[in-house]
């Protein structure tokens, strides 16, 4: 499978638990991706890596939030403290290093649900 | 503030009803604009790539076209199987690599 590979798919969690998500990225592919998808809207841009270095984060990720991308390969998104306003689709989205968001490759997300 | 509004929010077609779907944009400075289609409880799907006004790409029985203002996304001819959610995003200029979507339009083709 040559596709965007997120883990787990679905995770229910209480309030106030650490969550921990997976992307494995096309392997060819550079540059790596972190959106958050509610119920009627788009995706809203989480942050990126280019390799293993973080680049850019978003206002979005709060303190609560942690990403890593150890040696430029699999990243985790950390979520600690959850709450319920976390209840989301975390979308994870990798591309080759050519500019220009050039072929942005989605995975399935996972949706995280905060109870 | 860089701004990207899809119209309409939903849209329900009879199978081999053609239609269009737009994107309106107000950004600082266009890099590129995306169209992409996303199935119930998947990711997005990437259909196109438009980097200038008059640019024009075509997929089967779609066909996205842009300008200065705005993108336009039309449906020839549809079947049930092109029922999706359509999402327009948009890259701009500078020193960032994130996507700015719209909220979508959620497209139902009746057979």
């Known amino acids: 499978d040559t596709g965007v590979s997120q883990n787990p798919r679905h995770k229910i969690t209480k309030r106030g638990q650490n969550v921990t998500f997976r992307c494995d990225p096309i392997s060819e592919h550079n540059r790596l991706y972190w959106y958050r998808q509610t119920l009627g809207q788009g995706p809203e841009f989480l942050t990126y890596f280019q390799n293993e270095a973080q680049l850019e984060k978003s206002r979005l990720l709060s303190d609560r939030f942690s990403a890593e991308r150890p040696k430029g390969s699999f990243s985790t998104l950390e979520i600690q403290r959850t709450e319920q306003g976390d209840s989301a689709m975390y979308l994870c989205?990798?591309?080759?290093?050519?500019?220009?968001?050039?072929?942005?490759?989605f995975g399935s997300g996972t949706r995280l649900t905060v109870v | 503030e860089d701004q990207v509004t899809q119209s309409p929010e939903a849209l329900r077609l009879q199978e081999g009803e053609s239609s269009s779907l737009n994107c309106s944009y107000t950004?600082?400075?266009?890099?590129?604009l995306f169209w992409y289609r996303q199935d119930p409880g998947k990711g997005p799907e990437f259909l196109f790539t438009?980097?200038?006004a008059g640019e024009e790409k075509e997929k089967e029985r779609l066909k996205a076209t842009l300008t200065k203002k705005e993108s336009f996304l039309h449906i020839t001819a549809p079947k049930p199987e092109d029922s999706a959610t359509y999402l327009c995003?948009?890259?701009?200029?500078?020193?960032?690599?994130?996507?700015?979507f719209g909220t979508g339009t959620l497209l139902a083709v009746q057979p």
């Open positions: 989205a990798s591309s080759p290093d050519r500019g220009d968001g050039f072929g942005y490759t």
């Open positions: 995003a948009v890259q701009t200029r500078g020193a960032t690599n994130k996507l700015i």
């Open positions: 950004v600082s400075g266009l890099r590129g």
């Open positions: 438009l980097y200038s």
